[in-house]
């Protein structure tokens, strides 16, 4: 079956430390490759996405994912996190075959101040 | 960026009642929507696609006749909860699509008694 992985369920850091978050997808052929942040409170927001192009992709708030397409992987980075990143990030993949947007299961993520 | 609203946000109901959720999508039109489940600290579920004029694709296991799915005009899509029980209670949340992004509502967390 299709799918996504987040291998981290529940990640804490300190401030300034280095963040990196993964996923994988089980699909074959095209995808299209999405973040998103959910905030406490609020609703799901948009950090980056991939269609084509270059595989490095630049999101909101300093955010930044690589897609290789070899490693059926699209992990999220940030070099510094801040304690505002405190949140739960959603990996999500459309495949061209389905055109639906399927998520991982999610990563909490919080930063200690 | 594009907006999609959700209403109520949140709703207590007692068990055999039936409850509707509103998704709007406020500067644009939407020809197609999508209403996820997600359950405390898991992921999004994809339960259905809205299309307007015609009927709902539902995921496999989601129940067509529990969850009815109405998309009357190009930005207004409805999810009715039918004899709702607390097995339901859950997160409802919908997403539009606008020139190939999603944009997500609020969400409408839906109590049972």
């Known amino acids: 079956a299709q799918s996504v992985s987040q291998h981290n369920h529940h990640v804490i850091l300190s401030e300034a430390a280095s963040l990196e978050l993964g996923c994988n997808y089980s699909?074959?052929?095209?995808?299209?490759l999405f973040w998103y942040v959910q905030y406490p409170g609020q609703h799901l927001q948009l950090l980056l996405k991939?269609?084509?192009?270059?595989?490095l992709v630049k999101g909101i708030k300093g955010f930044e994912a690589e897609f290789i397409k070899s490693k059926f992987s699209f992990n999220l980075r940030k070099p510094s996190v801040q304690w505002s990143d405190t949140a739960e990030y959603f990996c999500a993949v459309i495949s061209g075959n389905t055109g639906k947007l399927i998520f991982g299961q999610g990563t909490t993520l919080q930063v200690k101040p | 960026g594009a907006v999609v609203s959700q209403h109520p946000s949140w709703v207590i109901c007692k068990s055999g009642t039936s409850v509707k959720i509103e998704c709007r999508s406020l500067?644009?039109?939407?020809?197609?929507m999508f209403w996820y489940r997600q359950f405390p600290k898991q992921s999004l579920m994809l339960m259905a696609t809205?299309?307007?004029?015609?009927?709902?694709?539902?995921e496999q296991g989601v129940e067509k006749d529990k969850f009815l799915i109405n998309h009357a005009s190009l930005t207004l899509s409805t999810l009715t909860v039918t004899s709702a029980h607390p097995e339901d209670s859950s997160f409802y949340i919908c997403s539009a699509e606008n020139t190939g992004e999603l944009f997500f509502g609020e969400g409408s967390r839906l109590t049972v008694l």
């Open positions: 991939y269609f084509s192009g270059d595989p």
């Open positions: 809205s299309n307007e004029g015609s009927k709902a694709t539902y």
């Open positions: 500067d644009f039109q939407a020809t197609t």
């Open positions: 699909y074959g052929g095209t995808v299209n």
